[in-house]
C-alpha cells in the first residue's frame, strides 16, 4: 500500500503559478497527475518514470506544466505555469505499480494508488 498526500493548491489568478506536492508513504515508481473539473471526467496531465528520465504530458499543459520528482523524498512535484481558468479543477497524484514506462502512464487503470486531491481554482 502507498498513501499518496497532495499539498499545494488555492486560489490564483489567470497568468499565475502554483507548485503542487505529492508526499509519498514509501518509494514509488511511475507517477502521475490528473485533475478533474466539475462534470467532467479525471484527465491525465502528466507522468515521470521512477529516475524522471521519461516523462509524458498532455497537449492542453505541454509548456505550462512541468512534472519532476524528488526521490530522496518520495515526493513528486507539479509545477504549473500561465495558469489559466480552465485549469480550475481537482488534482490528484496516482502511484503505479507496474514496472517499466508505457503508453498506460496515460489512462486511470495504469494507477494503483491515488491522493486525495487538492482544489486548484484560477480566477480571470
Known amino acids: 500500500q502507498v498513501q499518496l498526500v497532495e499539498s499545494g493548491g488555492g486560489l490564483v489568478q489567470a497568468g499565475g503559478s502554483l507548485r503542487l506536492s505529492c508526499a509519498a508513504s514509501?518509494?514509488?515508481?511511475?507517477m502521475g497527475w490528473f485533475r478533474q473539473a466539475p462534470g467532467k471526467e479525471r484527465e491525465f496531465l502528466a507522468s515521470?518514470?521512477?529516475?524522471?528520465?521519461?516523462?509524458t504530458y498532455a497537449d492542453s499543459v505541454k509548456g505550462r506544466f512541468t512534472i519532476s520528482r524528488d526521490n530522496a523524498k518520495n515526493t513528486v512535484y507539479l509545477q504549473m505555469n500561465s495558469l489559466k481558468p480552465e485549469d480550475t479543477a481537482v488534482y490528484y497524484c496516482?502511484?503505479?505499480?507496474?514496472?517499466?514506462?508505457?503508453?498506460?502512464?496515460?489512462?486511470?487503470?495504469?494507477?494503483?494508488?491515488w491522493g486525495q486531491g487538492t482544489q486548484v481554482t484560477v480566477s480571470s
Open positions: 514509501r518509494r514509488t515508481l511511475t
Open positions: 515521470t518514470s521512477w529516475s524522471g528520465g521519461s516523462t
Open positions: 496516482a502511484a503505479s505499480e507496474n514496472i517499466g514506462y508505457s503508453d498506460s502512464v496515460r489512462f486511470r487503470y495504469g494507477y494503483a494508488y
